[in-house]
């Protein structure tokens, strides 16, 4: 059972939990797969069992009735249109497990703390469940560090929700006995459970999302789709065992990304102009140009493993490096600020804005400013990241680039990666510091991986990042919220961004 054709004749639990085209219509692709390979599916559907959940923070009744339409109308297509009518999907709602009217009554959990760190930590049991509440509540407001006095009603039902789940979970696998449970991501409130039973009780999972492509689909198993580590072998194996041009497809990431090409998520740099500089670029000359580009520190504030090798965060390591530069007249360093923070009020925008801008050594991009990211790597002689994807771009540019933090290209020998502060103002600093030789082939390798891995669908057709129809029908909920559902989503977020 290494992949998903090769999973047969076996007892599967798929939970599903993140609704919005295309993860809907993936578990549909992945189920129709295991039907085929005369599998049993045990479909774990929410019928507003969770008090929040990703795509509804604030337990919205009328997103709860939409979603849940909306997946049984995908079981039931799949029913009417499978090949092989002995196949079975099972369809399990939670409260026929645990009711959670009953468990509410009795669970009694803390429900303030001191900081996002104080949150991260506190388990129910042996489940990590602070760790998930956080993660969802990060990716939510949009806010590594979020007011949670502003968010307390949230932290409660996020953790009154998680083990309760982790509790039922237990349950589900106890009465099933599933060879393989599959379910979205693994790192939100409502699916983190599901992984983490799985790993404490050493039974086999499998995590999907998005893949390398619009048209494909990640399927992992007995790994989340954000481990570097699983990554970095997946790269490896699949540049070892191409048989197409890697080559050429390896170099068409890169190309793609300078043209802004969206194939398979948003572009950040498409409205930029092209080849557009700061003014002060003229006044540049005889100085050593660094350029640092940093992350959104949401995007990974909630994941275990990731963030910066020795500072705290990036906002730190960015204030340290400007500290060292501040009378330093033979560097010029600028902040390209990710355009993902683009008109976010929050605590990292706010950092950025009062304490970075307050040192005369850097000179600060805004994430809205129109400068071209793709001129700035090439006319800059130094570029440092904390994990961004610019850091794997500027190496195959052949630029001298330094990572800070953790990423899925630092296994490759295209980067160089200082063991403390002093090794990395010695890089920036030192004329006469030799970088180490960039291997080309691995920044292709690095490019061949995003354009290759995962699953090409087979029923699903996607139109954009988020539409698409499932063997030319178009799975929606047919209810009076259809037209209001991504509305309000859209304002539940704007209440979030707002504390």
Known sequence: MNNLDEIHNKKILVQTSYHYTPHLETEM?????????????????????????????????????SCNQRVVNGVSFLNKNREDSSAKIIQLQYDSFIKFSDFENKFSIQNEFSSVTELKAFKYKTYDVGMA??????????????????????????????????DTLNVVVDQIEPDLVVLFNGRFIENRPALRVCQERKLNYATH???????????????????????????????????D????????????????????????????????????????QNKRVVSIFNSSLDEYEGLEGFGPYFYKNDNEGIEEICKALENNESVKLYLRVH????????????????????????????????VDTYELIRRSDIIVVFGSTVGIEAAFSGKKVILLGRAA?????????????????EALTNPEFKFPEINKEDALKYGYWNESFGYKYKSYKPSSLTNGSFKGVIINDFSPYKSFRRGIKKFVRGLFNKK
């Not at 969802?136 to 949230?154: A, G, M, T, Y």
């Not at 300078?258 to 092209?274: L, M, N, P, R």
């Not at 600060?364 to 129109?370: G, K, L, S, T």
């Not at 290209?409 to 103002?425: A, D, F, T």
Request: aromatic share 12%; hydrophobic share 35%.
């Open 339 to 370: 355009p993902n923070l683009k008109g976010l009020d929050n605590t990292q925008n706010k950092f950025l804005n009062e304490t970075i801008a307050s040192y005369k050594s850097v000179e600060i991009i805004a994430a809205n400013d129109v």
């Open 29 to 65: 692709e992945i189920v129709e797969r295991l039907l085929q390979q005369n599998n049993t599916v045990y479909w774990l559907v929410c019928n507003a069992s969770f008090k929040t959940c990703f795509g509804n923070p604030e337990h919205q009744t009328s997103i709860c009735k």
């Open 409 to 425: 290209y630092e296994k490759l020998n295209c980067v160089y990666i200082p063991q403390n502060h002093n090794q990395l103002m």
């Open 133 to 166: 509440t956080a993660s969802s509540l990060v990716s939510i407001s949009r806010d590594h560090n979020p007011n949670l006095i502003n968010h307390k009603d949230f932290i409660f039902r996020g953790l009154l929700t998680g083990a309760y789940l982790y």
């Open 209 to 243: 999302e998005r893949g390398g492509k619009i048209d494909s689909f990640l399927f992992r198993l007995n790994s989340i789709p954000h481990s570097i580590e699983t990554v970095s072998q997946e790269m490896e194996s699949l540049w070892k065992n191409a048989t």
């Open 245 to 284: 041009d890697k080559q050429f497809i390896g170099e068409s990431f890169y190309k793609n990304r300078i043209k802004g090409v969206e194939d398979a998520w948003y572009s950040f740099t498409k409205d930029q102009q092209i080849g557009r500089l700061p003014s002060s670029f003229e006044s540049n």
